[in-house]
């Protein structure tokens, strides 16, 4: 019985880093089973769950209005909260090995979000873009078909014009994940979509320089590339709106020289992002505190 290991060890700090995606984990957090209950953003949403005493966040990802955001104690780091291995040293990556060969004479804005992320705000985001970007090929990854058919029949109620929607390509999610991030490598710039924003997604595009296009949300898990751009003081790729969204598109996508320096500095700063030392030594700091 899972309850009564734990209880057993007689715990004085029992963390939880992902209530929410294992029921198992869940339905054990309703236990106090140590003296102080962690939970972190492995599933980026609070636990709402009265005996977790503490969410463990990054003053990165967070802004003034977000303790409103949660039932346990904000704890808010000075670090990333994570030490991220760089994707790009894990793998070998050589786009010629596989089967993305069709996007390889093509302009690519990857949207590599599962698509029950994309919620019906972000569809005429979509729209606007491929409408100004007339040469430009969108990739969706999902591997849900019903899904599939369900959002393109939702963008084809906003937009019917066939020059749009044959620039819209969904493919399964089902290679390894080396080959994943070789996609990745094949795109000009990724969409965080919008309001609920990627993580691991962003950090693969980021460690191969690529630009992520984020909105800032008001909740963590529309926040994870706004506190990725922070840590690497690149402000000017976080907006506030969807007119600004469309507009820093069409300029990363029209405007090479821009689009260059923007590669530039993501590559001169992208080392802030992995093997973040500082996020061993604030969790460590943290919980030998721990009353």
């Not at 009564?4 to 869940?26: Q, S």
Request: with cysteine.
């Amino acid at each position: 019985d899972i309850i009564e290991t734990i209880r057993n060890l007689d715990l004085d700090v029992l963390i939880f880093c992902e209530i929410g995606m294992d029921p198992r984990a869940y339905y054990s957090s309703f236990y106090k089973l140590a003296r102080v209950t962690l939970n972190t953003w492995g599933h980026s949403d609070t636990s709402g769950i009265d005996k977790i005493d503490y969410f463990i966040s990054s003053k990165y990802y967070e802004n003034e209005k977000s303790k409103e955001n949660y039932s346990e104690e904000l704890i808010l780091l000075d670090s990333l909260c994570t030490c991220y291995v760089n994707p790009t040293e894990k793998y070998n990556l050589d786009k010629k090995t596989y089967n993305y060969s069709l996007f390889e004479n093509q302009e690519i804005i990857l949207c590599n979000q599962s698509l029950f992320k994309i919620l019906p705000i972000f569809d005429d985001y979509i729209i606007q873009i491929l409408k100004n970007n007339k040469d430009a090929l969108l990739v969706l990854i999902d591997s849900v078909r019903n899904l599939r058919e369900k959002f393109m029949k939702r963008i084809f109620k906003k937009c019917s014009n066939p020059q749009v929607l044959n620039r819209i390509k969904i493919i399964d999610h089902g290679y390894a994940h080396n080959e994943f991030v070789n996609l990745v490598k094949l795109s000009k710039i990724q969409l965080d979509v919008y309001p609920f924003g990627g993580c691991n997604s962003s950090l693969e595009c980021l460690s191969l320089d690529i630009p992520v296009v984020t909105q800032t949300s008001n909740i963590i898990n529309g926040r994870f590339t706004t506190g990725f751009y922070k840590k690497m003081c690149l402000n000017d790729l976080i907006v506030n709106n969807k007119k600004q969204y469309i507009e820093l598109v069409d300029r990363l996508m029209k405007n090479n020289k821009y689009y260059k320096n923007i590669k530039n500095i993501i590559k001169i700063n992208k080392n802030k992002l992995f093997m973040e030392e500082n996020s061993c030594s604030t969790w460590s700091k943290f919980l030998i505190n721990l009353k």
